[in-house]
C-alpha cells in the first residue's frame, strides 16, 4: 500500500512539476560545470624563462627555487614557467608552419627571460639592450656581472660590444646554492619587449640576493 501511494504521489508530482524539475536539474549541471570550470582555469603567467643550455630546466628550477621566489614574491607558482629549447621549432619550420620559434616567441613578448650559454647569446635584433629593461640602482649592483654581445672583429678576434647583452649568472648566491659551481659562463638575457618586467627585476634580486 505504501509502496503504491509513494508511486501515486510521484506520478502526480512528475505529471505537474516534470518541467520545472528538468529545468532545476539543468540549472544545477551548468553551475556544478561553471565551478568545475573555474577550478580548472589556467593561471595566469606571471614569468616565463626559457633555458636552451639543458642545466637549468634539468636540475628542474621550478622545484628548487621557483617555490621560494614565488613564496617571497606572493607570486603562483603555477604561473612560473620554465620552457626548454625542445619547446619551440626551428626558424625555418616557423616560418612554414606557423608554429613558434624562440625568435617568434621572443618577438611576440612572450618570453621573459632566457638562459643561454656564454658565446651563443640570443642575438641583438631579438633581444636589445637590457640596460633598457632593469632600473639603474639594479644594472649597478650588477656591473660586474653585465656583458655584451661576442663580437667578432675582421681579424676573426672577439670582443664585448657596448650594448649590454645579458647577465652572468652562474655566480649569483642562489645560483650557486642550487646549482654548485659551472665552468661555463651562464648568462641570463632579458628581451626589452619582456611582459612580465617587474617580476623579471624581482627574480634578478632573488637570484643575486638583492635586497
Known sequence: MEKKDFKSKWDNYWYYYKY?????????VVIVLIVISCTNRDVEVELTLVDTTALVNDIDMKEEIYADFGGKNDLDT????MRSQADYVDDITAERTGAKSIAGAIESGEIDGIFVYRGIEIRQEYVGNIEKVLPQDLLDELDEYLIGYLMVDDNGDTYDSEITAGIVVNEAKRFVETYGDIEDYVVLQIPENCQHPENVIAFIKYLFDIQ
Open 20 to 28: 520545472h524539475t528538468l529545468a532545476g536539474i539543468f540549472v544545477l
Open 78 to 81: 603555477e604561473g612560473l614557467l
